[in-house]
């Protein structure tokens, strides 16, 4: 294509692009495992290290702000100066601070090791949807290597609460960090070999340091007032002022990027309906559906009386089910129907599955009630997640792959923090309501979650509604090869 700055100076048909995938796929897995790996260990971290109940939190949180702030500035650095460079750099970040928290002797060295940990995420996993969008440019087998990252991305949470439960159990908690050493050094090292290597289009061509900083302090900030709503409330003077801040920065930065003579964030990305359209419905779902693992871990542990090794096998059904469509299916209806008609059924099943576990009761058994609301969940997400990230990305340009990338797991981060945090909260405040009222512990628990997981299914609700309403056509969308190039042309102009 004319006009595209990106050379390669390697092809990834002279190695395999199947192994390229394979090999970020796994650099993502274990950034997204790290997310939830570490929360069925928090009790242990507690005991051993002496954390206060409310600094334990930053245990979490320590990872969530830099990674949710960082993803945006670090998908455009990978196309200024090259995807793999970015990449193996974020991998070698990750893996150099997972040691550092597997060795920590007491919480202030775990929250800073934490802290570069989510640094290095951030910037690993903001290029690597861009690279499979690029590595595949063909719409049969992208749709295949969507439906593999989609599978990754949104199966890992689930399996890290499986991995954190048994290590922890069987070894300690350092493990679930040194686990991440080896995995991370083959992961670089593999990448260094079968990833083609791209020069970037050139700091020249998209520096803007004002912006950078403008973005990347507003995301910071907007994440760490949202999950500091659980020790100061929404209405807090804490909340509202960062949260004014936060959105006083990125207003700020939204201006500057229409003037700016290259941009961090070129604006032409949102041009297309589908790709504005796919960022919003995506916060909104994982909004009302990234809290469930948080939500559900909870109702199992507290109200069933799981441990952590059954909590985790309660929850894998979930990325069995992602699995089973992620990997085969969803890509053969994307390619077959278009991304929106598999949308809309992969979001109704979310919502099902949400709603039914809002009527899981207190003296529930798991394969009545936890199990039935586990699978559709599973299924919903495993077609939802493939269609949204061949949506968002199909405006994307080589040049722009990057932030594009950047841009949709930004909208995940921010959407699942800001879910997680709402209902979190209505959740306790309902269950404090309830015990207030004289019920027992069981039934307020639960009371709170069945609130919490409604709610969820509203959000994702109003997800379906716009994607039903907003997105194009399935036969307006799925344009013949032909027509894709002049289509791309004009949507970078």
């Not at 009302?288 to 109200?303: D, E, H, I, N, T």
């Not at 015990?435 to 307020?444: I, N, W």
Request: glycine content about 12%; overall charge positive.
């Amino acid at each position: 294509m004319e006009g595209v700055a990106v050379r390669r100076t390697s092809s990834p048909a002279q190695t395999s692009r199947w192994s390229a995938l394979a090999v970020l796929c796994a650099g993502q897995l274990m950034v997204i495992l790290d997310g939830t790996i570490v929360n069925v260990a928090l009790p242990s971290i507690q005991r051993d290290l002496g954390f206060s109940s409310s600094s334990l939190a930053w245990v979490v949180n320590a990872y969530l702000v830099p990674f949710g702030g960082l993803l945006l500035l670090s998908g455009r650095l990978g196309d200024l100066i090259g995807r793999k460079r970015v990449f193996i750099t974020g991998l070698s970040v990750f893996t150099a601070a997972s040691l550092l928290c597997g060795v920590s002797q007491d919480p202030a060295m775990l929250l800073a090791s934490r802290f570069f940990q989510g640094i290095g995420g951030a910037v690993a996993s903001a290029v690597t949807l861009g690279m499979v969008v690029t590595l595949f440019p063909q719409p049969g087998e992208r749709a295949k290597a969507i439906g593999v990252y989609s599978f990754v991305q949104s199966a890992g949470g689930s399996m890290g609460l499986l991995a954190g439960g048994a290590l922890t159990q069987a070894i300690s908690w350092h493990w679930i960090f040194f686990v991440n050493v080896p995995i991370g050094i083959v992961a670089a090292l593999s990448a260094g070999r079968v990833l083609a290597f791209e020069h970037g289009v050139g700091l020249g061509k998209g520096t803007d340091v004002v912006g950078a900083l403008l973005v990347t302090s507003a995301l910071m900030l907007g994440v760490y007032s949202i999950v500091e709503t659980a020790n100061y409330g929404w209405t807090s003077a804490h909340t509202l002022s960062f949260g004014a801040a936060a959105l006083a920065l990125l207003l700020a930065f939204v201006a500057r990027q229409t003037k700016a003579a290259h941009p961090l964030l070129p604006l032409r990305v949102f041009r297309s309906r589908d790709v504005s359209g796919a960022m919003g419905i995506q916060a909104l779902m994982v909004a009302g559906m990234f809290s469930f693992p948080f939500l559900c871990v909870l109702y199992l542990q507290k109200v069933l009386g799981y441990d952590e090794i059954h909590t985790g096998l309660g929850i894998f059904p979930v990325s069995v089910a992602i699995g089973a469509l992620s990997l085969s299916l969803s890509p053969k209806l994307i390619a077959r129907f278009g991304p929106r008609a598999v949308l809309l059924p992969g979001l109704s099943l979310v919502m099902a599955g949400l709603a039914a576990l809002g009527h899981a009761p207190a003296d529930g058994n798991y394969a009545v009630d936890v199990l039935p609301a586990l699978l559709p969940l599973g299924f919903g997400f495993g077609l939802a997640m493939p269609s949204l990230a061949t949506l968002a990305m199909s405006a994307a340009t080589p040049q722009d792959s990057g932030i594009a990338s950047g841009m949709f797991n930004t909208m995940q981060q921010v959407g699942s923090a800001f879910g997680l945090a709402v209902l979190s909260t209505l959740a306790t405040s309902h269950t404090d309501a309830l015990l207030g009222d004289g019920a027992s512990t069981a039934s307020a628990l639960t009371g709170g979650y069945q609130l919490a997981f409604r709610i969820g299914a509203g959000l994702v609700a109003v997800a379906l509604l716009l994607a039903a309403t907003l997105l194009r056509s399935p036969a307006t969308a799925q344009r013949p090869a032909a027509e894709e190039k002049p289509v791309a042309e004009n949507a970078a102009r």
